[in-house]
């Protein structure tokens, strides 16, 4: 039977895992805690288990997380000055710190050694930091807490033995057990509260020199201590004994129950105290219980291998190129040989040469020897490049492949800038085979000289192997140093580039709103970054370098003097002295091809990450081809949907019959566009299902759906080509020229067509920008009633910017069209809502009202009577009222209440 293995111990050095994207700081920081405790997962499958996305990572998703994988994680709120108390156990840690830009980011305190604290930072990789600099970013937040619960947390062990501690530092160590001891005699929470406060305040006095440790900071402390029980917490609004600065937590307004709370101010972090148990069979600790699929495949999930994945995208040409290649750098190297050894040749040949005829023959040989060589290097560089161009036009055949494949969630999850910073990397794998030949031919060359240094002077072995060896294991030892800075400055140069981009995007804005300084000054703040992290990069280059250039050439010049003392001088010598003198030169040729391998490497596996993406589910496996319905039927089902750790939706329970027409209303935020979401596959229930036709919205129900769906959103894109491209955009190719000019019409895009000044043929701009918003919604509209007759409509603020009898007239046209479809309506004018068969009022993630519209308006205390008041009230005393100046456009210009026609 197999056995269950021994507890595995934590590592000593944090392992360094760097975010690929700007959102990724939270499963990085996760994976390098479990990759600390010996789980091994998946990068790409674990940040779709922590639902990151565009907005990060959710704290509580990865507390979760941790638990799920059998490791104790706690989320903790606790004063500053306990993280690195060793007796209050809160290392390691996640802990959350405050960046320059005032964003949160997620930093792995892993252990902390006197003064120096070892944290892993997803941004910049593994370091070492002072603590007060870390603690003077760290981010403190405060939160309401029962005093009761606060009570019993700060009577653990963990508090008591760090408020013991933090005595000790103060030189109260007896005086301070004592004072604790009476603390927690004492009912309530005052006296803890107000003997932490005192402790830290007596402790900030002796840091800064104003009193002496020992005997005058504790009777300082006594005093304070006593007073502050006292008076400051039963008069908090008076002249307080300790500033508020150092209270951790402060009186708090009572609940409704009456109960006593407090505010608890501290740092956000969450604490790991290893395994709950022994790993099993399968690595994981006794302790796990993997629930989500995304976390069962991130466990299941094989590590990344780029140059594995780099050699199988070589082999779909075919192995002959490289096989070749390989020929020819062997050839390549052997020629560097052999024009030594007719270099040493030279120089004897006026000996062994004597007449013309001979020497004329010997130039022959020498030329021929030159043309040869030549004859390789010139079809071996050409042999590199193209395969570096194969390789790149593999990779992007690959992407072209996988993007229609690739899952929805994925996208969304990611800064467009990132994926347009990794698109415009893929031309750095022309480079690749370069360095691997340079690479490959630097170590044969390396062999071959060594071979032919213990041919001239086979007792040489016992130094010329070892030095060889010390030329590839020297570059080598310094590789992961060299791999963790190039990586931050692709990291600082990738925030760039999001930088750039985003500023080139928000550039109306920008100067709309006279940004120009604060943009200039965060550019200036990543810009000083970039330029710290490449110039430290550079100074372990040329350190590295230095080294090694120091350390070759003395190991030649002993195993030169110890040749000379065996051998006596002549052209061997100078042969050997070359030779021996190379060794130091390939060796840094070596090394120059060793140091660009980790930066191909932080390329390769960000270019590579989309690959290994999880594919939505290809219905062209389907057996049987179902024929499209009239419409469909929905139920969702206790349906609850989160996104970064924040509830969408909650306990959403819902029937939809066949062919039925629903209006959904509601706040901005209630979570109307997620519920459409969900039938879209954008969201995936983490409670609940959602049922079409009785069968699980996933896999080929989901993609099937998608096909007899009609979507209509000022999301939804339009293309930078003709009107009527866009239109055709998602219909069927044989479609008849009568279905076009019946959506054109029903649309309304005949005022459209009469201003475009090439009619159909006319190209929108990118993004439609040569439309107005109505405009580009018509069109929208006008592509979704190009589509078959759909099953299902989904209509998200379909006539936004419309004025509203043009809304009116599109809403009862669109209806009339698709009479017979289940259509779902998102809108925020109430009195849309009317003529619809029921209605649905979506508040706070839920469905807190469901019924026929009629019904809900006679009932006074609705919600639905209220909104419809609400707005009528607000046409009435905005639209209606005198005090406003009611100015129209018309035709370009405009007019005042008396210019014109009247609305």
């Known amino acids: 039977m197999p056995t269950r293995s021994a507890p595995r111990r934590r590592s000593l050095f944090a392992p360094e895992v760097i975010q690929t994207s700007a959102m990724d700081c939270g499963p990085a920081a996760l994976k390098c805690v479990l990759e600390g405790h010996g789980i091994h997962v998946s990068y790409g499958r674990l940040r779709e288990a922590c639902q990151t996305g565009i907005d990060g990572t959710s704290i509580d998703t990865l507390e979760e997380i941790a638990g799920e994988l059998g490791i104790d994680a706690q989320q903790l709120i606790v004063p500053l000055d306990h993280v690195f108390e060793p007796a209050a156990r809160a290392l390691p840690a996640l802990l959350v710190v405050r960046q320059p830009g005032g964003s949160n980011h997620f930093l792995v305190v892993w252990s902390c050694h006197g003064d120096l604290v070892q944290l892993m930072d997803p941004g ?17 937040h405060s939160q309401r807490t029962p005093a009761a619960a606060w009570r019993e947390w700060a009577s653990s062990p963990e508090f008591v033995e760090a408020l013991r501690a933090r005595c000790v530092k103060i030189g109260c160590g007896e005086l301070g057990a004592t004072l604790v001891a009476e603390a927690l ?10 003997l932490d406060a005192a402790v830290r305040m007596v402790h900030g006095m002796v840091r800064a020199g104003a009193i002496a440790r020992g005997r005058p900071a504790a009777g300082i402390l006594v005093a304070v201590f006593a007073r502050a029980r006292v008076e400051d917490l039963a008069h908090p609004t008076a002249h307080q004994t300790i500033p508020r600065l150092f209270w951790s937590v402060r009186p708090a307004p009572a609940d409704e129950d009456g109960e006593e709370a407090l505010m608890l101010r501290g740092a956000v972090l969450v604490s790991f105290r290893g395994l709950r148990g022994a790993p099993a069979d399968d690595g994981l600790p006794a302790g796990a219980v993997v629930r989500s699929p995304e976390l069962a495949e991130a466990l299941r999930e094989p590590p990344a291998r780029p140059g594995r994945a780099l050699l199988g995208l070589l082999r779909l040409d075919g192995l002959g190129a490289p096989a070749l290649l390989l020929v020819g750098l062997a050839l390549a190297s052997v020629c560097v040989l052999l024009e030594a050894v007719a270099l040493r040749s030279a120089l004897d040949v006026g000996a062994w040469l004597g007449l013309p005829e001979q020497r004329a023959a010997a130039w022959g040989l020498l030329v021929a020897l030159l043309l040869i060589v ?38 969304q999850s990611r800064p467009t800038s990132d994926m347009a910073e990794r698109s415009h990397g893929v031309h750095r794998l022309r480079l690749i085979p370069g360095v691997a030949a340079q690479l490959l031919r630097g170590g044969l060359e390396l062999a071959l000289v060594t071979a032919g240094l213990v041919w001239l002077d086979p007792d040489c072995v016992r130094l010329a192997l ?49 940004a120009e300084r604060t943009v200039r000054r965060e550019h200036e703040g990543l810009l000083v970054e970039w330029a710290h992290t490449s110039r430290a990069l550079l100074a372990v280059v040329v350190a590295v370098e230095a080294m090694q250039t120091l350390t070759g050439v003395g190991l030649v010049a002993w195993l030169f003097f110890d040749h000379v003392q065996r051998v006596s001088g002549g052209a061997s010598t100078l042969l050997f002295l070359y030779w021996a003198l190379s060794l ?19 390329v390769t596996l960000r270019l590579l990450e989309p690959l290994g993406a999880r594919e939505v589910p290809s219905t062209a496996s389907a057996g049987e081809v179902r024929p499209r319905p009239a419409a469909v039927g929905l139920r969702f089902a206790g349906v609850g949907v989160v996104a970064g750790g924040h509830a969408l939706l909650a306990e959403v329970d819902l029937q939809l019959r066949p062919g039925e027409h629903v209006a959904i209303i509601g706040p901005s935020g209630a979570g109307k566009s997620t519920l459409l979401g969900l039938l879209l596959g954008w969201h995936h229930p983490a409670q609940g299902q959602v049922l079409v036709d009785d069968e699980p919205l996933r896999g080929e129900v989901l993609e099937r759906l998608r096909t007899w769906t009609a979507w209509v959103d000022p999301g939804v894109r339009l293309w930078n080509r003709s009107l009527l491209d866009n239109l055709r955009y998602g219909a069927r190719a044989d479609m008849e020229a009568t279905a076009l000019a019946r959506a054109f019409a029903d649309a309304d895009l005949r005022d459209l067509l009469a201003e475009l000044p090439e009619g159909l043929q006319t190209a929108l701009g990118e ?11 018509r069109v929208r509209l006008g592509r979704a009633l190009a589509r078959e007759q759909p099953a299902l409509v989904l209509l998200d603020e379909p006539f936004r910017g419309l004025d509203r009898p043009r809304r009116q007239r599109l809403l009862t046209r669109v209806r009339a069209r698709w009479r017979s479809s289940t259509l779902l309506c998102v809108t925020h004018d109430v009195g849309e809502a009317v003529g619809f068969d029921r209605v649905l009022v979506v508040e706070g993630g839920r469905v807190v009202e469901d019924g ?16 419809v008041a609400a707005e009528a009230e607000l046409r009435e005393e905005l639209w209606a009222n005198p005090a406003w100046r009611h100015l129209r456009l018309i035709g370009g210009a405009v007019r005042g209440p008396q210019e014109g026609p009247s609305e």
Do not use: C
């Open 124 to 140: 910049t990789g593994r370091r070492w930091t002072q603590r007060r600099r870390l603690l003077d970013s760290a981010y403190l």
């Open 466 to 514: 070892p030095i060889a060896a010390a030329t590839v294991l020297l570059p080598l030892a310094f590789q992961p140093l060299l791999g963790e800075r190039d990586m931050r400055v692709r990291s600082h140069a990738g925030a760039l580039s999001r930088f750039y981009l985003d500023a080139l995007l928000g550039l109306t804005a920008i100067r709309t709103h006279g």
């Open 584 to 602: 130091p030169v390939l060796g840094q040729e070596i090394a120059a091809a060793l140091r660009q391998v980790p930066a191909h490497r932080n």
């Open 852 to 867: 026929p519209p009629d019904l809900l308006a006679a009932q006074p205390d609705s919600r639905y009577s209220a909104l």
């Open 185 to 194: 005699a004492e009912p309530g929470w005052r006296a803890l509260a107000a």
């Open 374 to 411: 030549l004859a390789v290097e010139v079809p071996l560089a050409a042999a590199v490049l193209r395969m570096g161009r194969a390789l790149e036009a593999r990779l992007r055949i690959a992407f072209l492949r996988k993007i229609p494949r690739l899952e929805d969630r994925y996208l």
């Open 767 to 777: 993004g439609g920008a040569l439309l107005s918003g109505g405009e580009g919604q």
